[in-house]
């Protein structure tokens, strides 16, 4: 009696395979599904912001007025930088301008915020007038100023005139223009920190404030001890969104004064546009803008190790 071997026979793919292998597709389309969402997005990024990030390096390592072949320089545009009394000029008034505004914007949003964080009629009209100036243009805001503070026909000095006070020369006066500036942008842009502010007032736990209350504490005593401990990260974040802003005005400055008078109001910014698009400097205005890349960096970094350290931390 003789035993014959059969072939041996393809096995199937066990039911346990099937769902892992199908799995596996799903994920693979899922993924490209999600590339074909986010790629044209990835794409303009790309090319709106990290291009234009390394051309301006490489040009500010070279002379080049848009029309001759640029020559290389390598460090001589930082170079010239560092003895350029303009260009430390302009550090200054960005200095003077930001130490005046940063301060006054994240108190007045505060303050603000505060005050709206009430339940009283037309509560909502009272929120969408505060934020209306955010979303002015500048042209509108430099215009507005222009009115409000001309030394001869402005609104400000006629009601000085009424009241028996000297007038002002506003932004025709080196000592005061960077102030008015500091003022008109605080009008614009503290309705961005006051909406940050009133969503971290309306998300402080409502226990907190009844237990202060049934404790004994009052309204000031309320805020300061139980309100204020967590707005300290908001604070953080608007005190860093505020400096970098204020780090990079040139808008306001453009409408309004030009730089002038006597340079008195001319920033970073303002810099480097007027060396790479009046002068036709590219290279040294590419090289103020590195410069301005690392001032808001350091300054950044500083801001975000300091509030760590006091546990803070808003990132």
């Known amino acids: 009696m003789t035993t014959t071997e059969l072939p041996p026979t393809a096995t199937a ?20 599904t999600g590339w074909l969402f986010v790629g044209p997005a990835t794409l303009i990024v790309l090319g709106l912001s990290v291009f234009p990030a390394g051309w301006a390096f ?22 010239r930088l560092v003895t350029d009394a303009e260009f430390a000029d ?23 915020a505060v005050a709206l964080n ?9 929120r969408t007038a505060i934020f209306v100036p955010f979303v002015a243009s500048a042209a509108a805001t430099g215009i507005l100023s222009t009115y409000l503070f001309n030394p001869q026909y402005g609104l400000v000095n006629n009601v000085l005139r009424m009241l028996g006070l ?50 004994g504490a009052d309204s000031w005593q309320t805020f ?30 453009y409408t309004t004064t030009r730089g002038g008078p006597l340079n008195a109001t ?13 002068s036709l400097d590219f290279g040294y205005g590419s090289a103020a803008a590195y410069v301005l890349f690392a001032i808001t960096l350091l300054t950044t970094i ?3 190790v300091y509030s760590r350290r006091k546990n803070m931390e808003a990132f």
């Open 118 to 126: 009430r339940r009283i009629r037309f509560i909502g009209l009272y």
């Open 224 to 253: 300061w001890r139980v309100i204020w401990p967590q707005l300290r990260p908001v604070t953080v974040f608007v005190t860093i969104w505020q400096t970098i802003g204020a780090i990079q005005l040139f808008d306001l400055v």
């Open 13 to 32: 793919p066990s039911r346990a395979d099937q769902p892992h292998r199908s799995g596996r597709r799903q994920d693979r389309r899922a993924a490209l």
């Open 166 to 215: 000297p007038a002002q020369g506003w932004l025709e006066d080196p000592a005061q223009a960077m102030v008015v500036i500091a003022i008109m942008s605080l009008w614009g842009q503290a309705a961005f920190t006051t909406v940050i502010y009133l969503a971290a007032l309306q998300d402080v736990p409502g226990e907190l404030i009844e237990a202060a209350r049934v404790d």
């Open 266 to 278: 001319r920033t970073i910014v303002y810099f480097l546009w007027d060396k790479a698009f009046r």
């Open 90 to 112: 302009a550090v200054l008034h960005t200095v003077v301008y930001t130490a005046m505004f940063v301060p006054m914007s994240v108190l007045a949003g505060l303050f603000l």
């Open 302 to 304: 500083g801001v975000v």
């Open 58 to 79: 490489v040009l500010s390592l070279e002379k080049w007025n848009g029309f001759s072949p640029p020559e290389f320089v390598a460090g001589k545009n930082y170079s």
